[in-house]
DNA sequence: CATGAATGAGGGTTCATTCAT
DNA sequence: TATGAATGAACCCTCATTCAT
């Protein structure tokens, strides 16, 4: 079984559904693209449900440790989002698909045990944050689940805006994003934010 | 072609596109989900994009005539801005099925001209009022399509993490959202929002 | 859902099961043999299978109901023996692809539940039959499952040498093939038979 | 060509043919149960077709050479039959998946010339034999043909009966059937057998 | 107008066969 | 010689769509 063509199946895969979704994307279409016979891919996942679950895994687990890869734990609170914030942005920069896919197919009733709880073990370092964050009352009193949604949903949004064209991407449009996404998460009365840590 | 069938079809499509997703959901299953023949909806709609497009259309402008009827235009920017946010979540907390149909469809392919149009012309007056906003120094001096894609994705993800079942929908919570939204979009340097919620 | 084209795939599935196995023969070319299309069958039969089944069910059904009808239940056990034979003989004349399906198919592992009680109560009055027989000193003392196998034995290879052009059919050779039949059950010790009902 | 690796895929095609018949056992299960690669089959068979055929030929002459092998033609017409009605079951007691492959593809279209001459072959001296016995007037005035096929068949349902669990193999049956065997092709008119068992 | 049986192209998947190693 | 990854035709089955009723 090598490895290469199972690669070459996966990176096609992402293309095809970030483009047309689990349902509207076809095995033989995804075969071509990946330039293997319409059988190849079965030679490598049982079905196509379990091919997107493998291509899940390895988009998220790639993200996961794009974000988490030497995490500056010990820095500000204030710091330690601005980190993750634009490793967010620098991850789909370089793999633009990985988003569609990852949000098009976010908690599909296809996704297998392993996945969920891949899912649930990715979100749990961000909701430690936000907990410590809270906890030193750097961040608003409200759950975590919710902070993590919406830093998550912002960063989402603009990105969708600027795939569709909407928007033009610049790294001043980021930089302003990532102060939005702190003012929305942080303590509300402590004045105004000098960008300072604290 | 009576307008009740008509309706019941697009009010059965609603749910079953939004559980489903548009490639995922098969005609028979719809045409039975309304409680018609197999070949009722041929008789209203010519096909199943031209379906998908009249519900889209359809949603779309409930959605927008919810949220604009009788809109508080001489309002503060701010109170205009609550009072947007909270007819949002008013609108889908009835018809929860519509968020997840809207989200799913956003965008695809499959939507034609009159719907790409419609979104357009949905988007105009938010805009303008981010423009007016920004002019009026109350909000930050980013886009306006900047600032609508932050605010909905804001709630859209909460929206999304309360439907997963991650999170306790509670008037509590929206009115912390609102405020995160608001935070998220104003002006930064002003102080302490002399009319926020804290 | 019309019941001739229900009854046209089961005639043609008959001569299509019978000709090529079930595993050899393909829903396609089975469709085009009823003049249907590809998708019909699947209209009227769940799957392949539940075709089989049904179709075995029907055939079974009609064998028994052509040996049973009006059975000669007080005649005596050699012209009960007689009748049987012959009506067997009858059945598949008319039917020539009736038993080459019920022989090719014959307590195969795609059968359903319902197919094997069918089976069951199929051999029952047979059974009890030669049950009834052998208690009669009539019969060899054998299980009646012996006998009943025997009988058929005999006859299917019979058909089947026939069916191969082996042997020419007649109505001698059937009357010196039912003698056989009879003298391979009947009781062996009751000196020579004078072909007479005792 | 290693004989040996040939054997083993033809040990392991006995088992998989008459387990699943020939269109319902596939290739890569076949060689897998003969514990070689996929491939290897074909460096022995040109086809799946000339797999079945070589199997049939050897299954065949295997069983042609233990019913023929120093067969008694001297002694009389009861004491052959016995003999080769119970050789007949001796052979398929020690390879019980050889009856079942010869049955299921007996006579079937993808047999080639070869088989079907051997299948003559193998016939001939069970019919000469039923010729000889019917002019020294030891059995009934049929035709060869049909005393064979009546002997074979009497044979092979009680095996599958006894294979399907209807019936329970004991060397008493196996006796009393031979007895039935002989008293269906035997002259009716002459009496008591004075060689049978009783 | 509504129906639902029928259609057949196309979907997911298998498997007889090939061929580079 | 044996392997097993790769192939692609063909399988079983679904479903968007049509049309006779």
Known sequence: MSAPTRDAILDAALGVFAERGFHGASMPALA???GVGAGTPYRHFESKEALVNA???RTKEALMGALLADFP??????????VFFFRLVGFFRARPEAFDFL??????????ADNLALEARSLAPVLAYFERARRARVTRAMPPEALTAIV??????????????HLAPS????????????????????????????
Chains 1, 2, 3, 4 share one sequence.
Not at 73 to 82: G, L, N, P
Not at 155 to 165: D, E, H, N, Q
Not at 179 to 188: F, I, K, L, N
């Open 32 to 34: 071509e693209a990946a």
């Open 55 to 57: 291509l899940y895994r």
């Open 73 to 82: 734990f010990d820095a500000t609170e204030r710091e330690q989002f601005r």
């Open 103 to 112: 949000e098009l197919h976010h908690h599909q009733p296809y996704l297998d």
């Open 152 to 165: 998550w949903g912002l960063f989402a949004s603009l990105w969708k805006a600027i795939r569709l064209g």
């Open 171 to 198: 790294d001043e449009l980021w930089a302003q994003a990532e102060a939005c996404a702190w003012d929305a998460v942080r303590r509300p009365d402590d004045g105004p934010d000098p960008e300072s840590d604290r």
